[in-house]
């Protein structure tokens, strides 16, 4: 039976919200949550962008939820910070912090002044940032020249248990890859059939751990609304990953997305106002096996959509 967790939109709401909103998810019935880490917002609309660590931590204290994040080791972030910033939230939260990791986005990277890496050098990059965390997770002086470098960094500070680290992919063919070395794999909402071969190219390539999905949807009274704050919040996700991680601000994001109209996002965003409709979608993505939901209700006002989901969907689905 798959789990529903809550997605904390950095990108949107100030963080001193966002903390209210998931003690009131955790309240209404979501089991667990995750949040974004970006430097900038995809958009002016949006308008936001907090500190995901430091959140973190107020969260974790805050809720009993276990919580991840996504994250681009590399360049915004040495490996060995993330390191250290994932075992003290796990040492302080046993069980209940996860991270996962991806290439990056230049929207958030770019700000370092450092030249955006092709998309297989930022693979290959992630590769070895990740075995950078692992080896500092399992307490060993990591010493490491290539992609990124690293002088003799030891964690002094390590979780009984260190966090896993899952993959982060949209496509079938970065699915395959994260198959061989990661310990799960959270990816994105798209048609059941594209989504089908994410899965199954995870496990083609030798993945075993959980499947994880984060789920853009647009809820609000009536089908109208729902489509308009899916266009005004959420229309950078008609991009495809090939253009949207090369942008490099939210004014770059504005531009690419000017020719989107409101019934172009129905592909995207899962648009409704009926509850059953939205139970009726997740269901179908559990049959696929995704074992984890972390659902994104693309409105910055959070509160109905969580009254509703808690009362009508969650209860259908779980």
């Known amino acids: 039976m798959p789990v529903f967790g809550f997605h904390a939109s950095h990108e949107q709401i100030p963080p001193s919200e966002l903390l209210r909103q998931v003690g009131r998810a955790q309240e209404v019935g979501f089991s667990r949550a995750m949040c974004s880490d970006h430097f900038a917002p995809f958009g002016s609309e949006q308008g936001q962008s907090g500190f995901a660590w430091s959140w973190l931590g107020a969260a974790l204290a805050r809720t009993s939820l276990p919580f991840g994040v996504f994250n681009a080791p590399g360049q915004r972030y040495h490996p060995a910070i993330v390191a250290q910033a994932a075992a003290t939230l796990a040492e302080m939260f046993p069980g209940r912090f996860w991270l996962a990791v991806g290439s990056g986005q230049a929207v958030n990277e770019h700000i370092t ?69 990661a310990d799960g794999l959270i990816t994105v909402n798209q048609p059941v059939e594209g989504l089908r071969r994410v899965v199954e190219a995870y496990r083609e390539g030798g993945g075993g751990g959980p499947v994880l999905l984060q789920v853009h ?73 995704v074992d984890e939901f972390y659902l994104h209700h693309v409105g910055q006002d959070q509160d109905e959509f969580l009254d509703v989901f808690g009362a009508r969907v969650l209860p259908e689905v779980t």
Request: no cysteine.
């Open 113 to 181: 002044g450092q030249r955006w890496p092709s998309k297989s050098e930022r693979n290959a990059r992630l590769r070895e940032s990740v075995d950078v965390i692992r080896a500092l997770f399992a307490g060993e002086s990591v010493t490491h020249r290539g992609l990124v470098d690293v002088d003799r960094a030891v964690l002094w500070t390590r979780p009984a248990v260190p966090p896993p680290v899952y993959a982060a992919a949209v496509s079938a063919e970065t699915a395959r890859w994260a198959g061989s070395w």
């Open 217 to 289: 949807l647009s809820w609000a009274a009536d089908d109208d609304t729902a489509l308009r704050l899916a266009h005004e919040q959420w229309r950078t996700a008609i991009l495809g990953s090939d253009v949207g991680w090369d942008l490099a601000t939210p004014g770059d994001f504005a531009e690419a997305t000017a020719y989107v109209r409101p019934e172009d996002m129905r592909e995207h965003v899962l648009v409704s106002s009926d509850p059953a409709r939205h139970a009726h979608w997740l269901r179908e993505y559990a049959d696929l096996g």
